[in-house]
């Protein structure tokens, strides 16, 4: 896979490509944290097959990113709890903005931009009233901070921007910590996750939450679909013996739709489910596990499972023509078929949680 340098220097060659946007570094259909061979940490530009067309230096251990709409710019995000998040120039390979923290607060790993990319919104824990925020950044004055809203929860990790345009989508794990205790989980046997839509302007417009037995199902990463349905995927802080189901659907308006999985392959999950995404047509969703080695479809028309996929350490999952694109801790990239894992490319890195779709 090309270093930054590399890339730089292969610019000139593909100028047939550059154009506006994210055409000026080969049109990439995903972007990804990874470790490399050498240890370090980057973030990489792939195409539909999984082949690397850039990468550029991350200064500790990422998480997600948000890409820009327009520009080929992503905001790299520090594994949770993390104080930074990088603004990458993907065609130079510099970082042109860093995002700190306020005092106080720590970012959840996820943001993202509005429909026009002039804001940025970031998940945050004001951690000393275990309060959630949204955090808001003005991209054309260098991502300066110019505020802050309620998430509505305790916990949120991931965020979408609806379909549209005027509503985000945050997913409340309900889980409450602190820097001070690390990656220690502080209030488990009262959290209380919750799924909520936001306006722009931070005005509560609906909130879920799953019923009293199911208060231990953290609500942590979020699929939207053109026309406003919601997918997301949780993960079980209590025996896992005894895990409910582990993905939902939701349209505003209405009660959550939770897919449930043949028992045995349900305990193949291991209570976890790490990332999320509908297929490219959106005629179905995934889930993975990388603690169970797992990829588990499901059909979105009826509800029903589908079919599951094993894969050592799976975890990155995104869209791709006819189905999903997976990446995994051992370097695989796949595209499932069938239960296969339909492995596409194998690269020399170790990907990270996961696979962020470009839309451009």
Known sequence: MPTRRAFIGGLAAASAYAGRGWAKVGHPAYLAAARDGTGAYRLFGLDEDGNGLFSVDLPDRGHAAAAHPHRAQAVAFARRPGTFAIVIDCETGRTTSVLNAPAGMHFYGHGAFSADGTRLFTTENEFDTA????????????????????????????????????????????????????????????MQPNLTYVSLSGEIVEQVEPEASRHMNSIRHLAVSPDGLVAFAMQWQGDVSEAPSLVALHRRGAAFTYLDTPPDEHRKMQGYAGSIAFSGNGAQVAITSPRGGLVQVFDVATARYRRSISMADVCGVAPAQGGFTITSGTGEIGRPDGASAGVLIQHDVQWDNHLVALHA
Do not use: Q
């Not at 379909?163 to 990656?183: C, F, K, M, Q, Y």
């Open 131 to 190: 309060t959630g925020m949204i955090g808001v950044w003005d991209v054309a004055d260098g991502y300066r901070r110019i505020g802050s809203f309620a998430s509505g929860g305790i916990g949120p990790h991931d965020v979408r921007l609806m379909p549209d345009g005027r509503t985000l989508v945050v997913a409340n794990g309900g889980i409450e910590t602190h820097p001070d205790s690390g990656r220690a989980k502080l209030n488990i046997p009262f």
